[in-house]
């Protein structure tokens, strides 16, 4: 089995900013993906930004040029750094991995509140 585990969430001010992490565990054998998502009340969950086990990067526009999705392979880590926050990010963010365990499977983590609002 293969927990992730986020936290960074909070409250913060228009153009503000936060880091937001995903730690995975468990069974893992090899992670080919992560990434994020968000879903603001009401709406379907949308993509934020994706991580290849390749490094590469992909982005919703809606966000380029003001997140930015690292990872820290050797601790099964991905980080969201959110700068220039509106009041439209504001979203419940959820972690996603792709990894190859027991088996190969999708996860997804309990979600974190992000807040932009003065």
């Known amino acids: 089995q293969v927990q992730l585990v986020e936290s960074g969430g909070g409250l913060v001010q228009p153009g503000g900013s936060l880091r937001l992490s995903c730690a995975a565990s468990g069974s893992i054998f090899e992670i080919y993906n992560m990434g994020w998502y968000r879903q603001a009340p009401g709406k379907q969950r949308d993509l934020v930004a994706t991580?290849?086990?390749?490094?590469?990067?992909n982005y919703a526009d809606s966000v380029k040029g003001r997140f930015t999705i690292s990872r820290a392979n050797a601790q099964n880590t991905v980080y969201l750094q959110m700068n220039s926050l509106k009041p439209e990010d504001t979203a419940v963010y959820y972690c996603?991995?792709?990894?190859?365990?027991?088996?190969?499977?999708?996860?997804w983590g309990q979600g974190t509140q992000v807040t932009v609002s003065s």
């Open positions: 991580l290849t086990g390749g490094s590469s990067t």
């Open positions: 996603y991995a792709d990894v190859r365990g027991l088996v190969r499977a999708g996860y």
